[in-house]
Each structure stands twice: as C-alpha cells, then as structure tokens.
C-alpha cells in the first residue's frame, strides 16, 4: 500500500488571461472550487493508477472538509486515519493563465495543525510492502517523524520537497525516491536546472551523492530525468499534448509513478507510465479532477 502523509485542501481556482502584475487587478474568465493539496492529489493519482492507498492528514470541521473527505473515500481512498481539527481545511488560490501556467497562494488551515501525535497510528499502517509518500505541505516535524519511524520499519520513502525547504543532511540517507521539480531541484541542491542538461545531472548526482537512492527531476514539457545510486540514467520524454492546465502535473506523475512501482514494473515502464498519465492531466483543465484512470493511461500508451 501507498500512505500518503500529507495536505488536502480546497482549491478556488481562477482562470485569467494573464497573471496579475503586483498592484494589478485582472479579471477571471472562469472559476472553479475543486479538492486539491498535494498530499490529496498525489493519493488519488496514486489511487487511479491502481494502488491501494491510505490518505493520512488533517481536515477542519467545515463544509469543504466534508466535501474533501467525501470526494477521497468516493476514489476509493481509505480515509480512516484522517484526523479532524477545529477550525477550517487548508486552502488553495490558484490563477490559471491562457498558457496553462499556474501561481498558487497556499494557506495551511488544518494542515498546519496536524502533530506528531495525530501520527501515532501510522506503524499501525506499515506492510512490508509500504511506501510511504510525503510532500511540504505539513509541519516539518510531522515529516520528519514520518521519515525516521517509516526508515526504523524498513518502510520505503518518497519525498517531494514540494514547496521546497533546506532539508537538513542527515535526512537524506533515509529517504529512497526523491521527486522534485526545476524549482524544488534548484533550491534543495543550489544548482540551477533550467535549461542545461549537464545542471540536471549535476543536481540528482549531488543528491544521490547525499544519500537519496533515488532520484526524479522532473523537468515540465521536457519529460523527466531519473538517476539512480549507481548514477545511471533515464531520461523520459514528455507526450506531445494540447496544454490547457498544468495544475498538479507533478502530483499526477509521482502519484502514477509509485503505483507502477508498487505493481513491480521495471523503472524505465514506470517512468512512461507517470508520463502517459502527466500528460493526460495536463492536457485537460483541473487538478485532482485531471488526473487519469489506469485504463484511460493504458489506452493513451497505446495509441
Ligand atoms: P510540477 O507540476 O511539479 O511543476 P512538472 O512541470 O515538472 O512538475 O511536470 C511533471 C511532469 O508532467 C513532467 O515530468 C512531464 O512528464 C509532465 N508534463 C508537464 N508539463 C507537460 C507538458 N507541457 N506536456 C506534456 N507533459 C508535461
């Protein structure tokens, strides 16, 4: 099973022309009000790509949470870990440009107040098969607890440092797949990514060279770069699609991703799959609402 550790939020979404300049007012084409939080979205990615998947986290005692809540369990989620806090869930404002690009305004709600203590189940949860997946979007001392008891279980790790913080060094031989975006890789490693092949090898081998077993940079429509603790390489191509949003690509990817690993498939047929299925996402507007089936990835795979 695929425990994901992490934020669930409700998303208001506008749809602008163009990002609006500081001290600029623009107007929406169109919103939306959808479930979201990475931790949420990479569960249902995860979920629909055919993994059994555990939603571990804090939800508030409002409205959106119930709708979160409903919306997890009707993807098949398990949602009995999820604590609930007083006061609101997370939440998310997010403009979407023409192109497809997003920004995002987070506030943390009761993503902010989950605890250690909120975790104590989570052994309770470890199968010798587990993974277990973390994002930024929680106090960093929930994930750390989580890496130390999942590394102390002989559980496996995956981190998405994703916003990116400093991870402190003596983490990272704890943790086995590390995903990170351009931006993510260009903070935790300090060596810009953006457009240079030799910067994207240099960031995963500093990470490898850390202790990370495994590591994923993903590099938007340029596919993605995998490299492992012997420094081999693989470099996915990213599917040519229509770009309407590209909100919660990484989480579809990584999400998908961990699902063909869990399935026992070789790296090289995960990493196809994560992008079959990115590209889908990114291809339709949404987020959680985006992301594809197995069948709807398998299909698209084969045309
Ligand atoms: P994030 O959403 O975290 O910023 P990326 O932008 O790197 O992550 O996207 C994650 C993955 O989604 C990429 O590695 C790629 O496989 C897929 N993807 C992203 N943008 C596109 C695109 N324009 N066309 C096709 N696939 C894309």
Redesign the pocket.
């Known amino acids: 099973n695929i425990i994901t550790v992490g934020s669930m939020n409700m998303d208001f979404v506008y749809y602008v022309r163009s990002h609006p300049l500081p001290g600029e007012t623009v107007h929406s084409v169109r919103t939306e009000t959808k479930s979201g939080g990475k931790g949420a979205n990479q569960a249902v990615a995860a979920k629909l790509s055919g993994a059994n998947v555990t939603m571990v986290g804090a939800l508030g005692k409002d409205p959106y949470s119930e709708d979160v809540l409903a919306g997890l369990r009707g993807y098949g989620v398990d949602t009995s870990s999820i604590v609930l806090k007083k006061g609101t869930i997370g939440t998310a404002f997010i403009t979407v440009d023409e192109s497809g690009q997003n920004s995002i305004v987070l506030n943390g709600g009761a993503n902010a107040l989950l605890t250690v203590q909120d975790l104590e189940c989570l052994p309770s949860l470890f199968e010798p098969s587990s993974v277990v997946l973390l994002q930024n979007e929680i106090p960093w001392d929930c994930t750390q607890y989580v890496i130390e008891t999942a590394y102390r279980r002989g559980v496996s790790v995956c981190l998405n440092p ?1 916003p990116a913080l400093t991870i402190p060094p003596h983490l990272l031989p704890l943790i086995d797949i590390m995903v990170l ?2 931006t993510e890789a260009a903070w935790v490693t300090g060596v810009k990514v953006e457009h240079d092949e030799s910067a994207v090898r240099q960031a995963a081998s500093s990470l490898i060279r850390s202790g990370v077993k495994e590591v994923i940079l ?4 340029k ?2 770069f995998y490299m492992n603790e012997r420094e081999e390489v693989i470099h996915t191509p ?4 229509n ?1 309407e949003d ?1 909100t ?6 990584i999400g998908s991703f961990l699902a063909a690993r869990q399935k026992g498939l070789r790296t090289e047929s995960c990493l196809r799959w ?2 079959a299925a ?2 889908i996402a ?1 291809s339709r507007a949404g987020a959680q609402s985006s992301i594809p089936d197995a069948e709807e990835v398998a299909a698209f795979l084969k045309s």
């Open positions: 994703a975006n351009e993903t590099l938007g429509a596919g993605s990213a599917f040519k699609v770009v590209t919660a690509a990484g989480d579809t990817f994560a992008s990115s590209a990114v």
